[in-house]
């Protein structure tokens, strides 16, 4: 009898998922796999991603997991046990999670510890989908959940009707769970954390089941077990719902997301929901890999930063701060690395979504208010992680493009601050080394870690700075920027043709080596980090001897040997093991620095070699399955990357208001743009060998730009292209045809 509902069971699962399939044919959800970059390890990455089950930006997400407690590899492909469906709030395995709490369903014997209440599964009975998801495991329990923003609804069906438990789990650090039997509830504190939090931090929760609970228990360290006497085959819905800010709070959030609502219900709202912003970017065309690989990357992308603001009883917006411990009106968002995000996720808000952007920018400036500092890494408060002052790009980038629902005196006060002075427990926050910098015109190595990048960093951002003082009528502030924005060329070397480090009193560190990572670079070589000079190409140009001196500098990035010395990290590190598996040279797309290096040809007079790498690196580096990645996602901006790159288009310099073009993956692809407008870009002929640019027009007239302007874009329109297997040498070659430049 067993096997008999174990296999109508499994019928039901399938059945039910693929009626989804058959009722969404045009459904974008159905193109997404959340399994794309699971099959990651600490050594490797292929994503680090865990399949997200949520709605765009939601203040929660929930995932199965397979990892223990406490590992930041949370879901690994190749593992083949289940612990928990967790609620998650990470950013990143490297940062950790924070407020998290799960619940599982068991058969049988009563586990309440995470390491042994394991139950093994297969992926053939795994269905992934961002809108729900379904499991089920070897013992013939099966388990699917969907989510709103604060909420979720679970679905379990056990096989048998000997040991139907559920464990629900709020990870010790201080937390607390009550039964409520006669409710059929469970209230949890979860206080788990990983840093970033005010001593007052908690999530506050509810879990609710619609079948008497027959048996209850708790142990000392946070875990709930329930017991159920429902009949075999029989459902058993889970409703559960949490707040940042109180139980009451975490009450109000479930009767308005999740109270009554079926799991059918609530996975059809998160569906809409995905369809309609990702509808916002239509693609035809290219291979069905080509495109589950697009909508997945999107999916990715419209994932963080996580809304971390609920909704009072007026409906008014409301938020605790990570950064005071607070209760304020407003909008926050969180878990993102502006060091990782600025490049292009963030640069895709303000151009299709730039509602969400401007609540993101109103966060910012909140942050700055509640803790004196803005964000660099916020997860959800400041964390002390990787370099630069790029929420200085965000705020500039978002009111070059008319963004301007925040403060701007405000803003710029934040903007000043940020540059003259740090945290002083967290590095990342603030300006590592601002006073060296100033007097010197860069930060000195050894005497400041990874000082070479941070001076590339506070340049660009320098240039933004000035960009946003001269925009708000603050000339002076603007002259004074603009001249700190040239200090990237005090690092150059001119003997070795790259940037390099010195000391405070202006000597060149020994023992040049251009693969040498670490030291006075982040997460990369001397090969990665020359090329970090946003805002000014021509410039950078001016110092390796001109434009065919930087495109030959450019290809030999790509013919290098793939060499590597591991430097001050004192052994492999994943970013370098992805490198040199990549074997592209000292080409790392896996990581950030150098993901815009390839479109640094339009500005040299060589556009076609931009076509050709990003052609060959959106094929051959990226794919919908487990190992879809050849690195890091990190918050979306691998995946916005092969977004941009898909469209033909990526925003080399937030803050430049421009898109530099590449090669078009896809014959046709239509962006919905505020105001009712849409952009067409039209690629006749595009293929994988046809990936140059032979000839275009904008709006009907013959263009020969290497970019796209931000108001060519709003304004609507098409962009046709002829594409071509054979390069057109004479096409983006003049001066004026280049992508801006600050010395130009």
């Given at each position: 009898m067993r096997r008999l509902i174990c296999f109508i069971t499994t019928c039901l699962l399938l059945a039910s998922c693929g009626q989804k399939t058959r009722d969404s044919q045009t459904s974008l959800?159905?193109?997404?796999?959340?399994?794309?970059?699971?099959?990651?390890?600490?050594?490797?990455?292929?994503?680090?991603?865990?399949?997200?089950?949520?709605?765009?930006?939601?203040?929660?997400?929930?995932?199965?997991?397979?990892?223990?407690n406490g590992s930041g590899w949370m879901y690994m492909y190749t593992d083949s046990l289940i612990r928990g469906f967790r609620q998650t709030h990470q950013p990143s395995p490297?940062?950790?999670?924070?407020?998290?709490?799960?619940?599982?369903?068991?058969?049988?014997?009563?586990?309440?510890?995470?390491?042994?209440?394991?139950?093994?599964?297969?992926?053939?009975?795994?269905?992934?989908?961002?809108d729900c998801y379904r499991v089920q495991f070897d013992n013939g329990v099966s388990t699917a959940l969907a989510a709103t923003s604060r909420g979720a609804v679970f679905e379990v069906t056990y096989p048998s009707e000997e040991g139907q438990y559920i464990v629900v789990d709020a990870y010790q650090h201080g937390g607390n769970v009550i039964v409520d039997k006669e409710q059929n509830r469970i209230y949890g504190t979860t206080r788990y954390n990983n840093g970033g939090v005010p001593d007052n931090f908690g999530?506050?929760?509810?879990?609710?089941?619609?079948?008497?609970?027959?048996?209850?228990?708790?142990?000392?360290?946070?875990?709930?077990?329930?017991?159920?006497?429902?009949?075999?085959?029989?459902?058993?819905?889970?409703?559960?719902?949490?707040?940042?800010?109180?139980?009451?709070q975490a009450s109000l959030n479930f009767s308005r997301e999740v109270e009554g609502r079926s799991l059918d219900v609530v996975a059809a709202g998160a569906r809409k929901t995905w369809n309609e912003q990702m509808g916002r970017i239509r693609v035809e065309g290219g291979t069905e890999e080509q495109q589950r690989t697009f909508y997945s990357c999107l999916y990715r992308t419209l994932l963080f930063p996580r809304e971390?603001?609920?909704?009072?009883?007026?409906?008014?917006?409301?938020?605790?701060?990570?950064?005071?411990?607070?209760?304020?009106?407003?909008?926050?968002?969180?878990?993102?690395?502006?060091?990782?995000?600025?490049?292009?996720?963030h640069p895709l808000f303000t151009l299709v979504y730039p509602e969400v952007s401007g609540r993101i920018m109103q966060s910012i400036v909140n942050a700055y208010n509640e803790s004196g500092f803005m964000p660099e890494w916020a997860s959800p408060g400041h964390r002390g992680c990787m370099i630069g002052n790029n929420s200085i790009s965000l705020l500039t980038d978002a009111w070059m493009k008319g963004i301007r629902t925040f403060d701007k005196d405000k803003a710029l006060e934040a903007m000043l601050h940020q540059t003259q002075a740090r945290d002083k427990d967290i590095a990342s926050v603030g300006r590592d080394g601002y006073a060296e910098y100033d007097r010197l015109g860069y930060v000195p190595y050894p005497e400041v870690p990874e000082a070479t990048a941070k001076t590339l960093e506070y340049a660009y951002a320098d240039w933004c700075l000035a960009r946003f003082a001269e925009q708000t009528g603050n000339q002076e502030v603007a002259d004074t920027y603009y001249k700190?924005?040239?200090?990237?060329?005090?690092?150059?070397?001119?003997?070795?043709?790259?940037?390099?480090?010195?000391?405070?009193?202006?000597?060149?560190?020994?023992?040049?080596?251009?693969t040498e990572w670490g030291g006075p670079f982040t997460e990369g070589c001397s090969w990665h980090w020359t090329w970090s000079v946003f805002h000014d190409p021509e410039g950078l140009s001016s110092l390796l001897g001109g434009h065919e001196q930087m495109a030959e500098r450019l290809d030999s990035m790509f013919a290098a040997p793939n060499t590597f010395n591991y430097g001050t990290y004192g052994f492999v590190i994943h970013e370098i093991a992805e490198m040199v598996a990549l074997n592209m040279g000292q080409y790392a797309h896996g990581n950030q620095p150098v993901q815009h290096a390839i479109y640094l040809y339009n500005y040299v007079g060589q556009p076609w070699k931009a076509q050709f790498h990003t052609r060959n690196i959106l094929n051959k580096l990226y794919n919908p399955?487990?190992?879809?990645?050849?690195?890091?996602?990190?918050?979306?901006q691998t995946s916005a990357w092969y977004v941009f790159t898909a469209l033909g288009f990526y925003p080399v310099c937030p803050g430049a208001s421009e898109y530099v073009l590449g090669s078009p993956l896809f014959s046709k692809?239509?962006?919905?743009?505020?105001?009712?407008?849409?952009?067409?870009?039209?690629?006749?002929?595009?293929?994988?060998?046809?990936?140059?640019?032979?000839?275009?027009?904008?709006?009907?007239?013959?263009?020969?730009?290497?970019?796209?302007?931000h108001e060519d874009l709003l304004q609507g329109g098409e962009l046709r292209l002829l594409m071509d297997s054979v390069p057109n040498k004479e096409r983006g070659i003049n001066r004026e045809d280049f992508p801006y430049s600050y010395s130009k």
């Open positions: 959800t159905s193109l997404v796999n959340p399994l794309m970059g699971t099959a990651s390890t600490f050594q490797f990455s292929h994503g680090n991603t865990y399949p997200a089950v949520a709605v765009p930006w939601g203040m929660n997400f929930w995932s199965p997991q397979t990892g223990e490297w940062i950790n999670d924070y407020g998290t709490f799960s619940i599982m369903p068991l058969l049988g014997e009563l586990k309440l510890d995470n390491k042994e209440r394991g139950v093994s599964f297969r992926h053939e009975n795994e269905l992934a989908a961002p999530n506050y929760f509810l879990v609710e089941f619609d079948k008497p609970i027959v048996e209850a228990g708790t142990d000392d360290n946070a875990c709930a077990y329930v017991r159920f006497q429902i009949k075999a085959g029989e459902k058993l819905t889970i409703r559960t719902a949490s707040s940042f800010i109180s139980h009451e971390f603001y609920e909704f009072d009883k007026a409906g008014d917006p409301v938020y605790y701060s990570p950064y005071d411990g607070q209760l304020h009106r407003g909008y926050m968002y969180t878990d993102n690395g502006f060091w990782d995000t600025f490049r292009a996720v700190k924005a040239q200090n990237y060329r005090n690092l150059y070397y001119p003997e070795k043709g790259f940037m390099w480090a010195k000391d405070a009193q202006g000597k060149w560190r020994d023992r040049f080596d251009a399955g487990p190992e879809g990645y050849c690195g890091d996602e990190d918050n979306g692809a239509t962006l919905s743009l505020p105001g009712g407008k849409t952009f067409v870009v039209n690629a006749t002929g595009a293929s994988d060998e046809a990936c140059y640019i032979r000839s275009a027009t904008l709006k009907g007239k013959a263009f020969t730009r290497n970019y796209l302007k």
